[in-house]
């Protein structure tokens, strides 16, 4: 089993502009669930939303191409792909000659679906949109729909995370809440560099205490993990101590190398939500 201690992370690392396909490093998402106390079955549903704003590739006559790669990876894959090497993967496309726009995409969704579902007993694919610059005007920047936390005027002193903090009012009428706060920050497991991010908490049964939740939220502040981590984190806690009776936890977190990493689950299947980038993105 791979760790991230084993991925180029925190080190120097050469600019390859050939492709290579080699540069992706899977990530085992088992330790990290086993410590939450997850079992194969998972409780959730979901994806990872990735953007790629970094990608270009040369026509079979030189000319350099450019677009934007959204690409889907299940929750229920084995592996994450650790995020520099993506990058590492994406430049290599810079100097290769590809046929079409759709060869690069189909390269891009085997290459990932393969370090993604590596070591699986049963393989599957994600999903990969590329967006060319004519569709580049159409991309909207929208922030996360529900009620701010952030209006709440409290005291925080906790920075790492602290699911205690989380209460509701389980004696009460059962509610339906969208809430919302871009005060979510963590560092990179390896690194210890700082992700920024929104987060999206939507939820039908007892009333969520919402100061309790904005400090549990803001408690993440120096805690180290990595994106889809704090997300799986995020879900259990509220969804072992305030039991609701569906649950969806979507965040969006500011990209870094050129790629965003906007993690998504929910207790109950349905469409993933649009894959739109707040402001700060």
């Given at each position: 089993m791979t760790t991230p201690e084993q991925s180029l992370l925190g080190k120097p690392a050469p600019y390859v502009d050939r492709?290579?396909?080699?540069?992706?490093?899977?990530?085992?998402?088992?330790?990290?669930?086993?410590?939450?106390?997850?079992?194969?079955?998972?409780p959730f549903f979901g994806a990872d939303l990735w953007t790629a704003f970094e990608l270009s590739?040369?026509?079979?006559?030189?000319k350099p191409q450019v677009a934007i790669a959204h690409v889907t990876v299940p929750c229920e894959t084995p592996n994450i792909v650790e995020?520099?090497?993506f990058k590492l993967y994406l430049n290599s496309f810079t100097n290769s000659r590809f046929a079409s726009a759709d060869e690069v995409r189909d390269r891009i969704r085997a290459d990932i679906s393969e370090a993604a579902w590596r070591g699986a007993a049963t393989q599957s694919s994600v999903g990969v949109k590329l967006l060319l610059p004519d569709q580049f005007d159409k991309e909207p920047v929208h922030e996360?729909?529900?009620?701010?936390?952030?209006?709440?005027?409290?005291?925080?002193?906790?920075y790492q995370p602290r699911p205690e903090l989380l209460t509701a009012a389980f004696d009460e009428k059962p509610v339906d809440e969208t809430l919302t706060s871009n005060?979510?920050?963590?560092?990179?497991?390896?690194?210890?560099?700082?992700?920024?991010?929104?987060?999206?908490?939507?939820?039908?049964?007892?009333?969520?205490?919402?100061g309790g939740l904005l400090r549990y939220l803001v408690s993440f502040r120096n805690h180290n993990e990595f994106h889809e981590q704090c997300v799986e984190r995020i879900?259990?806690?509220?969804?072992?101590?305030?039991?609701?009776?569906?649950?969806?936890?979507?965040?969006?977190?500011?990209?870094?190398?050129?790629?965003?990493?906007?993690?998504w689950r929910t207790s109950h299947p349905g469409a993933p939500p649009p894959n739109v980038r707040t402001a700060r993105q």
């Open positions: 492709y290579d396909p080699s540069l992706l490093f899977p990530l085992s998402r088992r330790p990290k669930r086993d410590e939450l106390g997850l079992s194969a079955t998972l590739w040369l026509t079979l006559r030189g995020s520099k090497s996360l729909d529900g009620l701010s936390l952030d209006r709440l005027d409290i005291e925080c002193t906790d005060l979510l920050k963590s560092n990179c497991l390896v690194t210890g560099q700082p992700d920024w991010g929104s987060v999206q908490i939507r939820y039908s049964g007892p009333q969520i205490d919402q879900f259990m806690d509220v969804w072992r101590r305030c039991k609701p009776a569906k649950l969806m936890v979507y965040a969006r977190y500011t990209r870094r190398g050129g790629l965003d990493i906007n993690p």
